[in-house]
């Protein structure tokens, strides 16, 4: 009778342990490490744009092209001038006065256009620790980084040539992965 009483308990544990709530986040892995991102809910569709092109591997043959020590860690560029031009990869801003340019920040990166479309090929990713509050208002975050800072740090860090881009390429390969909520709770206690 306790054996069946203790299987019975195990069966309902390993239940609702599968039950368990998953979530999507940005995995960006890299030749220096594996980089994850929480996607805020708070600017739609720069979330769903970056769920599209990561789905759709649109990443996976670029790299990080501008790498800035105590700045930023950029990527995405396919370096042609649709990039920045094609309607299809231009979105309205989705400014948030709580999302700030904080260490760690995913943001959408664009060209000087007044309308400050965002370009939603390019990201970037706030390496400067104290932030970079200038950029508040001006450019969209819409993540976070809640795995891989050292990953960034030691990318800004490579050698560069005088645009910043890495003398030896930073290759991205961008996806969408579930995680488990109490393994998220561990990565970002203050997920929403």
Not at 3 to 15: E, N
Not at 57 to 80: E, H, K, M
Not at 129 to 158: C, P, Q, S, W
Request: proline share 5%; glycine share 8%; net charge negative.
């Amino acid at each position: 009778m306790m054996k069946k009483i203790i299987l019975l308990l195990v069966v309902m544990l390993c239940v609702s342990y599968s039950k368990e709530k998953t979530y999507q986040i940005g995995q960006i892995q890299t030749p220096k490490g594996e980089i994850l991102v929480w996607l805020h809910n708070e600017t739609p569709k720069h979330k769903e744009s970056f769920i599209a092109l990561a789905n759709a591997g649109y990443w996976d043959t670029l790299s990080f092209n501008r790498v800035i020590p105590n700045f930023v860690a950029q990527g995405g560029c396919p370096d042609t001038p649709e990039g920045f031009n094609d309607p299809e990869y231009l979105l309205k801003p989705e400014f948030n006065e709580t999302l700030l340019h904080e260490y760690g920040a995913l943001g959408a990166g664009r060209d000087g256009n007044a309308e400050k479309l965002s370009a939603r090929c390019q990201f970037y990713i706030v390496q400067n620790k104290e932030g970079l509050h200038r950029l508040d208002g001006d450019y969209t975050v819409f993540g976070k980084v809640i795995k891989g800072m050292d990953v960034i740090d030691a990318i800004v860090n490579v050698a560069r040539d005088t645009t910043d881009a890495p003398l030896t390429p930073i290759t991205l390969d961008v996806n969408m992965i579930s995680i488990k909520e109490s393994d998220l709770q561990k990565l970002y206690p203050e997920y929403d």
